[in-house]
């Protein structure tokens, strides 16, 4: 069974910082990873994907991701982040086989202070 | 916006009752995903719907019932309800083409129920 884990809960940054937010799967099988945007009181949004090819991945917003299939990361970051990007941000993993359900990390908040 | 709307937005009940969400996926998606985000559980997936079959489904209690109609919205029916069934309800859609192995899922505002 397929997992994902995201190793900081909250991420504290200053405005205009770099930030690097933590994702780790686990799966037998060859998988699809996702990254998710959820800002307060809304659904959740899709940020970027990895479904093959080159193993960065870039998305909105000015995030891109990592694919780093020996060590099974899939890291976000942002070179200098925004006010506006605080939110919570779920990594997500699918596997080939079978149907795109999606498994979900527990979240990591992004708290972008001035 | 992401072209999935869910109705009620909110919803308070009281244990023992039985509920009913509303989704409308995007335009053309012929398929409909439940999820349960909750703070001790985090974001789970119930079930998948494609074009009005059940596809997959995920830690859905047997409580919980859903269905797809010819139109493709769906309906999550949540019966007996406990308080821990607290939580907010997405729902999402997709396509449905590339067979789910590649398919983005757009989600839904979500319908916030409170357990009473």
């Known amino acids: 069974a397929q997992s994902v884990t995201q190793l900081d809960s909250q991420v504290p940054v200053f405005e205009e910082a770099p930030v690097e937010l933590r994702c780790n799967y686990s799966?037998?099988?060859?998988?699809?990873l996702f990254w998710y945007v959820q800002y307060p009181n809304q659904g959740l949004q899709l940020l970027l994907k990895?479904?093959?090819?080159?193993?960065l991945v870039k998305g909105i917003n000015g995030f891109e991701a990592e694919f780093n299939k020996s060590q099974t990361s899939f890291h976000l970051r942002k070179p200098s982040v925004h006010i506006s990007d605080t939110a919570e941000y779920f990594c997500?993993?699918?596997?080939?086989?079978?149907?795109?359900?999606?498994?979900f990390g527990k979240g990591t908040m992004l708290l972008v202070s001035p | 916006d992401s072209g999935v709307t869910q109705t009620p937005k909110h919803l308070i009940t009281a244990t023992g009752q039985r509920v009913t969400l509303r989704c409308s996926p995007r335009?053309?998606?012929?398929?409909v995903y439940w999820y349960q985000q909750s703070l001790d559980q985090g974001l789970q997936f119930l079930i998948q719907?494609?074009?009005?079959?059940?596809?997959a489904k995920g830690n859905i209690l047997e409580r919980f019932s859903a269905q797809q109609f010819p139109d493709l919205h769906s309906e999550l029916n949540l019966s007996s309800l406990e308080l821990g069934d607290s939580a907010l309800y997405f729902c999402?859609?997709?396509?449905?083409?590339?067979?789910?192995?590649?398919?983005?899922?757009?989600f839904g505002p979500g319908t916030r129920l409170l357990v009473l």
């Open positions: 999402a859609s997709s396509d449905g083409l590339a067979g789910g192995l590649q398919e983005t899922q757009y």
């Open positions: 799966s037998s099988v060859s998988v699809y």
């Open positions: 990895y479904l093959s090819g080159s193993t």
């Open positions: 997500a993993v699918s596997e080939y086989s079978g149907y795109s359900t999606l498994t």
């Open positions: 335009s053309g998606d012929l398929s």
């Open positions: 719907y494609y074009n009005g079959e059940e596809r």
